[in-house]
């Protein structure tokens, strides 16, 4: 069971209040994977504030920094993911690209409150308080508590092949990975 975020490593995402939500978590299966590239000139320095975050709350066997993947590999994880986690302070649409990924993937999707935020829409958007670790574990915990691992294997089974045909070609090829 993980949570995922993909975002590149810019400071009004915000990845400190989900660092800081995962030291609630006793589970030690609980597991947070970051997806997003690191660049040395433009965001490293905020990137080396969260992995000495990470390390002072001794959660690096719980959260991964996986770096930047391919397109497939990291919508595959999002998929097979518990939820997809957008604690952002300021995104230009809501969301970001990452909750219209999860969106298109009928993923639980937790969103900072942020107003932009609200315009997103989906049965499975839960909203948290902006910089409230938490709140944000809270939610966090409740989706960890009631969301079957076999959620996306289901999912998958129960796809017949036209619907397969009309998700699009990204989501197609995750699909062929995991059934």
């Given at each position: 069971k993980y949570f995922i975020i993909s975002n590149q490593f810019w400071s009004h995402k915000n990845f400190e209040t989900v660092v800081n939500a995962m030291k609630f978590f006793k589970d030690e299966n609980c597991e947070l994977l970051i997806t997003g590239n690191v660049d040395l000139k433009?965001?490293?320095?905020?990137?080396?504030?969260?992995?000495?975050?990470?390390?002072?709350?001794?959660?690096?066997?719980?959260?991964?920094?996986?770096?930047?993947?391919?397109?497939?590999?990291?919508?595959?994880?999002?998929?097979?993911?518990?939820?997809?986690?957008?604690?952002?302070?300021?995104?230009?649409?809501?969301?970001?690209?990452?909750?219209?990924?999860?969106?298109?993937?009928?993923?639980?999707?937790?969103?900072?409150?942020?107003e932009v935020n609200k315009e997103a829409k989906s049965k499975k958007i839960v909203f948290f308080k902006k910089k409230n670790a938490k709140d944000l574990f809270g939610k966090m915990n409740k989706i960890y508590k009631t969301t079957p691992k076999e959620s996306s294997l289901n999912f998958i089974k129960n796809i017949s092949k036209q619907n397969k045909q009309k998700l699009g070609f990204q989501i197609f090829q995750i699909l062929k990975l995991v059934s």
């Open positions: 433009k965001n490293y320095k905020y990137f080396t504030e969260i992995n000495n975050l990470v390390n002072r709350l001794n959660l690096s066997k719980k959260i991964k920094f996986l770096g930047n993947l391919e397109k497939t590999k990291q919508l595959s994880l999002m998929f097979n993911s518990l939820c997809v986690i957008q604690p952002s302070l300021f995104e230009g649409g809501p969301g970001g690209f990452s909750a219209y990924e999860a969106i298109s993937l009928d993923k639980y999707l937790l969103l900072s409150d942020i």
